[in-house]
């Protein structure tokens, strides 16, 4: 099965298993909004307050990636939804939602490879004299090109593994979160003092509520990259189905279980809470807990874990951006070029044209020293974008 370019040139390859799909739907959920952010959530609208604002988001996402999964299945392209957009409801709509999240993932892409050296400068701090920040985050520009040069298998396997390694790391957090409820580990059991401890469970009222809304709003984005995967699945009418479905227990098992066993050991008002900045991997919740369970390399640990997190979002901003400037061009709102297709199934000139675009956006670090917070604002907006 394939999808024809329509320029004679070569094909898109179906080569994305279910595994792969699977994991890069649980994958796309975990990453810094859960590893880093979510201790900034509970400490804004208290664990009530971030579990109401969690859980709806989730049950949002939910209907979202339902309603995604049976149009894909039905319509398995590799466009997705800028396509059934095109189809089902006006071109114009389609042209606009495709460049939207081209250009979304594209300076994504960016934001994180800068994310990358900043995450190395823990094990490393007094690199930057020696050899320069840009150095680290280049590298992981180039490796995630190198990925996604050679074929779509190369991506799912990548993915793949990645993911495997996140969705481990946080099973393993809710066990020793769950065994220091219990007083198993790290002492006296705190058991659900938290939830009523000073202004608990709810902190701020419902402006607090509608905050945390909006940051587990970035911290879901990207669930909606297996739509873009339809396109080289497989067997989309089974895989697609079956990763969709696993969404809901996802964000359940990830996102608010993880979040009541923060809240459970962490009270609200703990100041290490307060820090969200992905440089500082100490202040992590997830750390925090696991040096209380006895975890001495607990900084280490989780900062290997969240460049793999951040190494992951970049392969998979590339992967998404390219396949959607190759379908924008398939319906015509592109130039042609960037529907073709080499042997391996692979847009090359997509590829080579995104990788143009987000080396500029990630150039720009050397002319605005706040440029990471502006792509990471950036794509949080074009992505809130697609979403509606």
Request: aromatic fraction near 14%; include cysteine; charge should be positive.
């Amino acid at each position: 099965m394939t999808e024809d370019t329509g320029n004679g040139q070569g094909q898109i390859k179906r080569t994305l298993k279910t595994r792969h799909l699977a994991m890069i739907a649980l994958g796309g959920t975990i990453g810094t909004g859960l590893f880093i952010t979510s201790g900034s959530a509970i400490s804004t609208a208290g664990p009530g307050g971030a579990l109401v604002a969690y859980g709806i988001m989730g049950i949002m996402v939910y209907f979202l990636m339902t309603s995604l999964g049976e149009m894909s299945t039905y319509m398995p392209l590799t466009g997705s939804f800028s396509a059934f957009s095109s189809k089902f409801v006006d071109p114009a709509l389609g042209f606009a939602m495709g460049w939207n999240y081209w250009f979304n993932w594209a300076i994504t892409l960016a934001a994180e490879v800068l994310a990358g050296a900043l995450i190395m400068k823990y094990w490393f701090p007094d690199i930057p004299a020696i050899v320069p920040s840009w150095v680290f985050s280049t590298v992981v520009l180039v490796l995630v090109f190198l990925i996604n040069y050679l074929s779509v298998r190369s991506y799912g396997e990548t993915e793949y593994w990645l993911a495997l390694i996140k969705v481990i790391t946080v099973i393993v957090f809710l066990i020793v979160g769950v065994a220091i409820i219990l007083g198993i580990m790290g002492g006296q059991p705190v058991g659900f003092s938290n939830f009523h401890y000073k202004k608990a469970p709810f902190v701020g009222g419902i402006p607090a509520i509608i905050s945390v809304f909006l940051v587990a709003g970035f911290s879901f984005q990207g669930t909606e990259l297996v739509g873009i995967t339809a396109g080289e699945a497989a067997t989309p009418e089974k895989s697609i189905s079956k990763a969709i479905h696993s969404t809901f227990w996802r964000i359940l098992l990830f996102y608010i279980f993880a979040i009541f066993v923060i809240a459970c050991v962490l009270p609200y008002t703990d100041k290490n809470l307060l820090n969200s900045d992905v440089t500082n991997i100490t202040m992590s919740p997830f750390t925090i807990i696991f040096k209380r369970a006895g975890l001495a390399v607990a900084a280490s640990i989780m900062n290997a874990v969240i460049l793999t997190a951040v190494v992951s979002a970049a392969n998979s901003g590339l992967y998404a951006s390219t396949r959607m400037l190759y379908s924008q061009a398939r319906e015509g709102y592109a130039w042609r070029f960037f529907g073709y297709v080499n042997r391996r199934g692979i847009p090359i000139y997509a590829l080579i044209g995104t990788m143009v675009v987000s080396s500029l956006a990630f150039a720009t670090q050397f002319v605005v020293p706040q440029a990471y917070l502006y792509l990471t604002d950036a794509s949080g907006l074009c992505g809130f974008i697609a979403w509606l």
